[in-house]
């Protein structure tokens, strides 16, 4: 196929077909990279009140590096993956530091941010500065691999490289910022994971998948490992209507969100059991554990089995042990927290 056809054409579909997002409409690199960190492993429903919100109390880069990291954990609760969170807050503070809150206007030196990669940069330097540099995500993988007839793994080193080469050959020198969100829309409402729409397609004559019925077989991944299961008894110790909290702070899962007193083991355990063998909880009555129904949570590498088990702390025998302290319900509503716990709390009624 002419790459000067293909640009053309999918640039044509798109100016018929693109959904009316927010994002869409500006030049300012702070929405357009605001809007590219949230949608990152994120579905265009899910974000989009979480880029208004953002929008809404941080309306400048110079809000949001003055904001706490709290306020910024707390206003991402329940996109997940929080390490965006934590290096959108680092950005932000570095692009007022560096650059006087002015993102760089280049490619090469977006990537010297946190949180930055080489998608995230060429979105921004292609919308908002219309540099001619190809956006490569999971939506264009899929569109190249068909129309080309592209086996190579998409997530193999070969394979990066193979498909950020075609991009960028690919990509109109003339309008890069419509020529990226038009592949990215194709990918997203027509060429789907799952029954991509071939039959009224603009590429329907051309499409390699199409016309080999390769499409269920384009693009080609590397099987992931399976999610590693983990199991989690929380002990919900309370102090009248107050709950005892900390705040985590290890290089694992949630960091910097808030959680209760936790016991991890690699296999289902009793939970009461449990309470003896632990230094804290053994100071506790057995007899006087609550235990909530299990609950399932999964992450992209992992699954968590939680169960989650109230005590009454009489004798305040429990606060200022590995960083615990006790917190209102009201406090607990602000705090930063998984929405495994948010789950869990709202199930009970305790907030």
Known sequence: MDKRYFSDKVVEWYHTRKRNLPWRDTQDPYKIWLSEIILQQTRVAQGLPYYLRFIEKFPTVQALAAASEQEVLRL????????????????????????????????????????????????????????????????????????????????????????????????????????????????????????????????????????????????????????????????????????????????????????????????????????????????FNQDDATISKKYKHVLSHQIIHATFITLADQRSQAAGADGLKYYSSQKISDLPKPVLISRFLEDYQLL
């Open 76 to 283: 991402w609760q329940g996109l997940g993956y929080y390490t965006r969170a934590r290096n959108l807050h680092k950005c932000a503070k570095e692009v007022v530091a560096r650059f006087q809150g002015a993102f760089p206007d280049n490619f090469q030196t977006l990537k010297t941010l946190p949180g930055i990669g080489d998608y995230t940069a060429a979105a921004i330097a292609s919308f908002a500065f219309r540099e001619s540099v190809a956006v490569v995500d999971g939506n264009v993988f899929r569109v190249l691999a068909r129309i080309f007839g592209i086996d190579t793994e998409i997530n193999s080193p070969e394979g990066k490289k193979v498909f950020a080469t075609l991009a960028n050959e690919l990509i109109s020198t003339k309008n890069p910022d419509q020529h990226n969100q038009a592949i990215m829309e194709f990918g997203a409402l027509y060429c789907t994971p799952g029954k991509p729409d071939c039959d009224t397609c603009t590429f329907a004559t051309t499409c390699f998948a199409a016309k080999n019925e390769l499409q269920d077989m384009l693009p080609v991944k590397t099987k992931a490992k399976a999610a590693r299961p983990r199991y989690f008894y929380y002990y919900v110790i309370r102090k009248g209507k107050s709950m005892l909290m900390k705040k985590r702070d290890q290089k694992d899962i949630w960091h910097g969100l808030y959680d209760f007193y936790v016991v991890e083991k690699v296999k289902p355990a009793n939970p009461v059991k449990l309470m003896a063998q632990d230094p804290l909880l053994k100071k």
